[in-house]
């Protein structure tokens, strides 16, 4: 079984800045892709940010310039740095991997429990 431990988060004023981790643990052969949704009250879970394994990176617009994903292959960890930090950056924070369990099996996608991120004055 794979598992997604996030850490970071927390509350900020605008336009400060908070940085998060998620570490992936298990047996599996690799990981082809990271990422982090969102969740505001009420809201639909967005797609905040992903990043593959060869560094390809995307972003929802809203975030673009200000918020920065990176992935750290060999321990399997994403990274996402938050800049700039606005109250409609409040969520819940959510890791994502898209995991292979084998050479042979196509992947998995599994999800940490959360992290909440509170951005207000």
């Known amino acids: 079984q794979v598992q997604l431990v996030e850490s970071g988060g927390g509350s900020v004023q605008p336009g400060g800045s908070l940085g998060l981790s998620c570490a992936a643990s298990g047996s599996f052969y690799g990981i082809n892709a990271m990422g982090w949704y969102r969740q505001a009250p009420g809201e639909d879970r967005e797609l905040v940010a992903s990043?593959?394994?060869?560094?390809?990176?995307n972003y929802v617009d809203s975030v673009k310039g200000r918020f920065a994903i990176s992935m750290d292959n060999a321990k399997n960890m994403v990274y996402l740095q938050m800049n700039s930090l606005r109250p409609e950056d409040t969520a819940v924070y959510y890791c994502t991997a898209d995991v292979r369990p084998t050479y042979w099996r196509g992947a998995v996608t599994y999800w940490g429990q959360g992290t909440q991120v509170t951005v207000s004055s």
């Open positions: 990043v593959t394994s060869d560094d390809n990176t």
